[in-house]
């Protein structure tokens, strides 16, 4: 079983930070991809970035340069720095693993507007 709980969501302006955690029960974190998803109204799920058990990243175009992934092994978390924001960039975000099973968090809220 795993458990994947997002957190730091919110509302923020165009052109501001935010940073969103997932919190990983276990030690999956050192030994998995994990990824960070997005859903917007209307709109089918896409990947934002992911980050591999060695460390290797990869971002969608739409956030490359603006956002950071990364993770903190000892305290099983995954980080997604997000700056200079955009409207679009407002979703529900996911945290994501993979083992025998996809898995899922509940999902974190942000919403960029002036």
């Known amino acids: 079983q795993v458990q994947l709980v997002e957190s730091g969501g919110g509302s923020v302006q165009p052109g501001e930070s935010l940073r969103l955690s997932c919190a990983a029960s276990?030690?999956?974190?050192?030994?998995?991809?994990m990824a960070w998803y997005r859903q917007a109204p209307g709109k089918q799920r896409e990947l934002v970035a992911l980050i591999t058990s060695r460390g290797m990243t990869n971002y969608a175009d739409s956030v490359k340069g603006r956002f950071t992934i990364s993770r903190d092994n000892a305290k099983n978390a995954v980080y997604l720095q997000m700056n200079s924001v955009k409207v679009e960039d407002t979703a529900v975000y996911y945290c994501?693993?993979?083992?025998?099973?996809?898995?899922w968090g509940q999902g974190t809220q942000v919403t960029v507007s002036s």
């Open positions: 276990g030690s999956i974190v050192s030994s998995n991809t």
């Open positions: 994501n693993t993979q083992t025998w099973r996809s898995w």
